[in-house]
């Protein structure tokens, strides 16, 4: 797997990215180049409007007709929450919006009375309501509940759709939104992607038996295990429905992949890491074959959400095959997905629980492996061992720590995530200046320097 995105095409060739061995072999030498003058460009507060609006309309769409369900489906939307994946979608939106080939009719389509269209309109079902029998006591106009009777009638005929004019195809030149613009379908995308992370979440916990999140009582320690895994599932089905009313056929693929990503992803993390012969000093294979792993399974649980739902917001915006925004988009979320991980890992070695907002040292309670862990086998053969039974013998998860404190594996691992997070900001200077684009960059800086 390739840890970075190379980025070319006929539009010109972006600032080199290095694949992942060579970040790998410079990480402790890269800390301080991701840059060199602070930015006071706060990504967050440039769509802050937008953020509390999906906050406030994801609890109206997980409504339920059963109490206990809206409860738990809600918990951790009603908790302070990162909203990072939503945030990278709001900006790639107005970074992107009146670039792509299909921007007019996709804004010609944000105005009518049609599937994708109107904020109003992204809530009407594509079946009729009594077909799909999915209540929602927050949308009682448009959805049904359960009816033991049931006769066979035929609708009537849906109406016919609105058609572009063609005159909104007249120009050629593509330019940047004035002021910038967010789509209602880019709005919703923000709110499904919170939804899938929601869910991964509580699916997360129950696996990891994790009792904090964000600060608070998990929702296993708070519901149990059940309702938390049915929960999760019921988040899915709504955004898998919210998914599907967008009515882009790309955008419901690149969605629908990260759920099999995450799976694949938590499937990995139970992988075991070998070496061959019992040998104590990870040979230069059994290495790269253990960082393979971690990356891939970094990409698959993190950064697959930021990089496909960056995409869809531009393919959302009326970025087409063959224009280089879509890439850009997929680029920089994947780099910097991978950057936010490989912080949170640090993290769980340095920082305390009340500021984690969860338990401190998770990871190696939990047998994982992650990358300062990785680098201090290097320094430290007798950290082998304790990898390969995955710190399942008594003393193991202190012995770890100790060689982790005595090598320069948080430190490693830290520059590893300025590499990532340096090739996220470099792929953007392909896109027009613009504060969208400069809120980008700067988040990368926060992933960085982020403590919680």
């Known amino acids: 797997m390739r840890g970075c995105y190379i980025l070319c095409s006929r539009f010109g060739r972006v600032p080199s990215l290095q694949n992942h061995w060579r970040l790998l ?11 060199t003058t602070p930015s006071p460009l706060d990504p967050f507060a440039l769509v802050a409007p937008e953020l509390s609006r999906i906050r406030t ?3 109206r769409l997980l409504g339920s007709a059963h109490p206990g369900l809206n409860e738990i489906t809600s918990y951790y939307f009603l908790r302070p929450s990162k909203q990072l994946r939503p945030l990278i979608v709001l900006l790639f939106a107005q970074a992107t919006n009146g670039l792509g080939k299909n921007w007019p009719f996709k804004k010609w389509a944000s105005e009518q009375p049609r599937p994708g269209g109107r904020a109003e309109n992204l809530d009407e079902p594509l079946s009729r309501a009594n077909v799909l029998n999915d209540w929602n006591p927050n949308m009682q106009e448009k959805t049904s509940f359960y009816d033991p009777l049931h006769s066979l009638s035929i609708p009537p005929t849906s109406p016919t759709l609105p058609q572009p004019p063609l005159s909104i195809f007249s120009s050629t030149e593509r330019t940047l939104t004035s002021p910038a613009s967010v789509l209602p379908t880019q709005m919703r995308l923000a709110q499904i992607v919170e939804m899938v992370h929601a869910a991964s979440l509580l699916h997360d ?3 990891d038996e994790s009792p904090l999140r964000r600060g608070s009582l998990s929702a296993p320690e708070a519901f149990g295990n059940k309702f938390a895994v049915l929960g999760g599932n ?8 919210a998914l599907a009313r967008l009515g882009d056929p790309e955008v419901i693929q690149l969605i629908a992949s990260v759920i099999a990503n995450l799976v694949e992803g938590e499937i990995l993390q139970m992988q075991d890491v070998e070496s061959p012969d019992g040998e104590a000093v990870p040979s230069s294979q059994v290495a790269k074959n253990a960082w393979t792993l971690y990356l891939q399974k970094t ?5 697959s959400l930021m990089a496909k739902g960056a995409r869809s917001a531009v393919v959302l915006g009326g970025c087409a095959d063959g224009e280089v925004y879509k890439e850009v988009a997929y680029a920089y979320g994947r780099n910097i ?7 949170d890992d640090v993290l769980d070695y340095e920082a305390a629980e009340d500021t984690l907002g969860k338990p401190g040292g998770a990871d190696l309670q939990l047998g994982l492996a992650t990358g300062p862990a990785l680098y201090a086998w ?4 007798e950290m082998g061992p304790l990898i390969e039974r995955k710190f399942g013998q008594a003393g193991d998860v202190e012995l770890a720590r100790r060689l982790v404190r005595k090598s320069a594996g948080v430190e490693r691992t830290r520059a590893l995530a300025v590499g990532y997070a340096t090739q996220a900001r470099e792929v953007l200077q392909v896109l027009p200046e ?8 700067a988040l990368t800086e926060r992933v960085i320097k982020r403590r919680s």
């Open 337 to 343: 997905g991978i950057a936010f991980q490989l912080v």
């Open 205 to 207: 916990d129950v696996i």
């Open 299 to 303: 990409y698959m649980k993190t950064a």
């Open 25 to 35: 072999s410079t990480a402790s030498s890269t800390t301080n180049a991701h840059s």
């Open 57 to 59: 309309d994801l609890v």
């Open 378 to 381: 290097e320094e430290h053969p």
């Open 434 to 441: 613009s504060e969208a684009r400069a809120a980008l960059e």
């Open 234 to 241: 019921f988040v899915l089905g709504r955004a898998s429905a």
